[in-house]
């Protein structure tokens, strides 16, 4: 089987002296199989959890890119303090990209895989930085015909996780949520999923244009962490809400333990009596990101009615099921526009990723500057 260009990912190599290496590696391509197809794709955006693997936190004031085209390379040092985190990928070179979307050009001989032919569908589970990306056909989401690829970018990460955690309140029990990082990509999709659905959500961001921008988009609830008062808007919210489980996106310094604070302040609200174990209103902090590297600090004035876990994607999917994973995956496709749409601040080529003023740019995690990696442009 012949592709029409040559085969190359983005890949990222972290050596054992901390010397970062990104490059764009060429493949032969092998041979599918019955249920396999090969997707040419052209759209694949660059989310936090990609920066994690791309740049496995290298100093980025250490950063130079040589050659150009498709034969650049850029380095950068990874601190020596840092480097045990990744002791087990030193050495390995790994293709970035956990999602994406692009056509089916070529499949394997089952039915199935040749009905795919020509139709554009979402990927997910990485190596999606690359002019192809092999997969199998039951791993594929088909778009409805004439969606472009671009809508189809984000189909995976932040909406089925914006819904995971309004599935992970209704089964754990809780009335509503409170979340972190509220005007990232993902939390502009969860604030559209809690209005439409009806599900109290306190939004906590750290700009007052963040404010701005959610309230605009009909958010009720959105509470600046830099202001003063602070811990007191928050207990308010959370007061008024009964959210008791919290998603925190930051994952450092004190917010998680701020928010199991507020949420208990709020609960003895309503106390009928006084305790020195504190309220017995179960309140639940999950951390989902890591976008504060800084150790979590708890300041614990929460009783002892709690809890705090690590959330993620695939292993809350595995719990979800099949059909339960397919009904929010029908839904995704059928809001993609809408609910689940996401914006991207700039398109840019493979090697493109690879120069050092456009890493930086994209590396920030800011609100809104989202970027969009199309393989296939020159
Ligand atoms: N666990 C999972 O399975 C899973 C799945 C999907 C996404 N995620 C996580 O979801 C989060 C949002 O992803 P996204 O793609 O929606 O991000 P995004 O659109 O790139 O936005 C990132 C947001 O984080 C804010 N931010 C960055 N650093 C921060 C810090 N130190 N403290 C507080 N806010 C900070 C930015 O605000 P400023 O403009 O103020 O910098 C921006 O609003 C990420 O942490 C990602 O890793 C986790």
């Known amino acids: 089987m012949a592709l029409s260009e040559p085969q190359l990912?983005?890949?990222?190599?972290?050596?054992?002296?901390?010397?970062?290496?990104?490059?764009?590696?060429?493949?032969?391509?092998?041979?599918?199989?019955?249920d396999e197809v090969w997707v040419a794709v052209q759209a694949a955006p660059i989310n936090p959890s990609d920066l994690g693997l791309l740049l496995a936190g290298a100093d980025l004031s250490t950063a130079k890119s040589e050659?150009?085209?498709?034969?650049?390379?850029?380095?950068?040092?990874?601190?020596?303090?840092?480097?045990?985190l990744f002791a087990g990928r030193l050495g390995h070179t790994l293709p970035v990209g956990n999602e994406g979307a692009g056509e089916v050009?070529?499949?394997?001989?089952?039915?199935?895989?040749?009905?795919?032919?020509?139709?554009?569908?979402?990927?997910?589970?990485?190596?999606?930085?690359?002019?192809?990306?092999?997969?199998?056909?039951?791993?594929?989401?088909?778009?409805?015909?004439?969606t472009a690829a671009e809508a189809g970018a984000s189909c995976f990460v932040n909406p089925l996780t914006a819904l995971g955690m309004t599935e992970t309140m209704r089964r754990e029990g809780h009335r509503g949520i409170v979340h972190t990082a509220a005007a990232s990509n993902l939390g502009q999709m969860l604030n559209r999923i809690c209005l439409?659905?009806?599900?109290?959500?306190?939004?906590?961001?750290r700009k007052g244009a963040q404010v701005e921008l959610l309230?605009?988009?009909?958010?009720?609830?959105?509470?600046?962490?830099?202001?003063?008062?602070?811990?007191a808007q928050l207990t308010d919210a959370l007061a008024e809400t009964g959210a008791t489980v919290a998603f925190d996106a930051t994952g450092g310094g004190e917010l998680g333990s701020q928010l199991l604070n507020a949420m208990e302040?709020?609960?003895?609200?309503?106390?009928?009596?006084?305790?020195?174990?504190?309220?017995t209103t179960y309140k639940q902090l999950y951390i989902y990101g890591g976008l504060d590297r800084s150790p979590t600090v708890l300041k614990r004035a929460f009783g002892f009615s709690w809890g705090i876990g690590g959330w993620l994607?695939?292993?809350?999917?595995?719990?979800?099921?099949?059909?339960?994973?397919?009904?929010?995956?029908?839904?995704?496709?059928?809001?993609?526009?809408?609910?689940?749409?996401?914006?991207?601040?700039?398109?840019?080529?493979?090697?493109?990723?690879?120069?050092?003023?456009?890493?930086k740019r994209y590396a920030q995690q800011a609100t809104g500057e989202k970027f969009l990696i199309t393989p296939h442009l020159a």
């Open 196 to 205: 439409a659905d009806g599900i109290p959500l306190v939004n906590v961001v």
């Open 105 to 146: 050009v070529a499949a394997g001989a089952s039915a199935e895989a040749q009905a795919l032919l020509g139709r554009t569908v979402a990927l997910f589970g990485g190596a999606t930085y690359a002019r192809y990306r092999r997969a199998k056909v039951a791993d594929l989401l088909l778009l409805p015909e004439g």
């Open 215 to 231: 309230k605009a988009q009909g958010a009720t609830h959105v509470v600046n962490s830099t202001d003063p008062d602070f811990e």
């Open 9 to 34: 990912q983005l890949c990222s190599t972290l050596a054992d002296d901390g010397t970062l290496t990104l490059s764009l590696e060429s493949k032969t391509p092998t041979p599918l199989a019955d």
């Open 313 to 359: 994607l695939p292993p809350f999917l595995e719990r979800l099921g099949q059909e339960g994973a397919d009904r929010l995956r029908a839904r995704v496709v059928s809001e993609l526009h809408s609910t689940f749409a996401s914006h991207y601040a700039a398109r840019i080529t493979l090697s493109e990723a690879l120069d050092v003023d456009t890493l």
């Open 67 to 84: 050659g150009e085209g498709l034969a650049r390379k850029l380095t950068a040092t990874v601190p020596a303090a840092a480097l045990p």
């Open 265 to 279: 302040r709020a609960a003895l609200r309503s106390a009928d009596a006084y305790s020195r174990y504190g309220s």
